[in-house]
């Protein structure tokens, strides 16, 4: 009998084309995070059931942008940088589930395809885009991590331009900002092969890290602006209020989740 091997698709004699490989996964990042308050009501269109709006600050919004470097257990995609380093940006908003809140991340854009894979199996709705954040530096003309550092972050896809911002750090902080604090809680869907069976995959899960490590937080303030495109919708989350902006490094694992229900989302 012919056997198969790999964690995702391809599957192979060999599995050594799979497009990811199992978890855990590792991943070492500069966070830029925009947060503001939108319509609450834009947000609970957003959460299938069955989730809630969150008790607390409801519309309250986080637009991340994030440079990464990722790798599996042994490492070896660092040495091989294309198979390790993508840009990703994200809108998170809060939700309430059975009394908890949780995080859920609603929009998200890539720039690799195994990120995209990755987001598959975690329940992220990952498309591709264009997603690009000024690095710092210690020397040259890049920003320091200090007071009155300045960093410009744009998202585009499908040509378009979403999103673009410049965040202004203006002090250390505690926090990284309390939108994206909150073990996430998503939907992982597969709809039927079969017509008018509805979803194959229905579930609700659960998932943080597994472990978390972080350097100094910053505060300051963002200039936010969001675009209209034909097959987008982060603009619906309009900008009523903003909250504030920060830069983070940090480092974080990913091992896996938790099913919490199956086969209730109501998703078409």
């Not at 698709?9 to 995070?33: H, N, Q, V």
């Not at 091989?80 to 809060?94: G, H, I, L, N, S």
């Amino acid at each position: 009998m012919t056997s198969v091997r790999g964690y995702f698709p391809p599957k192979t004699a060999t599995g050594s084309s799979s497009l990811i490989p199992s978890p855990p996964w590792r991943y070492s990042g500069d966070l830029l995070t925009v947060e503001y308050r939108t319509d609450p009501a834009r947000v609970r269109e957003l959460l299938p059931e069955p989730l809630e709006l969150s008790d607390e600050d409801p519309g309250a919004v986080a637009l991340i942008w994030a440079d990464w470097q990722s790798c599996s257990a042994s490492g070896e995609e660092l040495l091989d940088p294309v198979r390790a380093q993508y840009k990703e940006a994200f809108a998170v908003v809060r939700c309430s589930y059975r009394g908890r809140t949780y995080s859920r991340c609603v929009h998200i854009w890539v720039d690799k395809d195994f990120a995209i894979a990755r987001g598959l199996h975690q329940g992220y709705p990952k498309k591709l885009g264009s997603i690009h954040q000024t690095r710092p530096h210690p020397y040259g003309p890049a920003p320091r991590i200090e007071a009155g550092a300045r960093f410009g972050a744009t998202l585009a896809a499908a040509d378009r331009r979403l999103a673009q911002a410049v965040v202004t750090l203006r002090e250390p902080s505690e926090t990284n900002g309390f939108v994206n604090g909150h073990p996430m809680a998503h939907h992982r869907w597969l709809p039927s092969i079969e017509k008018g069976k509805g979803l194959a995959l229905d579930e609700l899960v659960e998932s943080g890290a597994a472990s978390f490590e972080a350097g100094p937080a910053w505060r300051g303030e963002a200039e936010l602006e969001l675009f209209e495109a034909p097959t987008e919708e982060l603009a619906r989350l309009e900008i009523h209020e903003p909250i504030a902006a920060y830069y983070r490094q940090v480092g974080v694992v990913w091992d896996g989740g938790r099913l919490l229900e199956s086969g209730t989302s109501g998703a078409e």
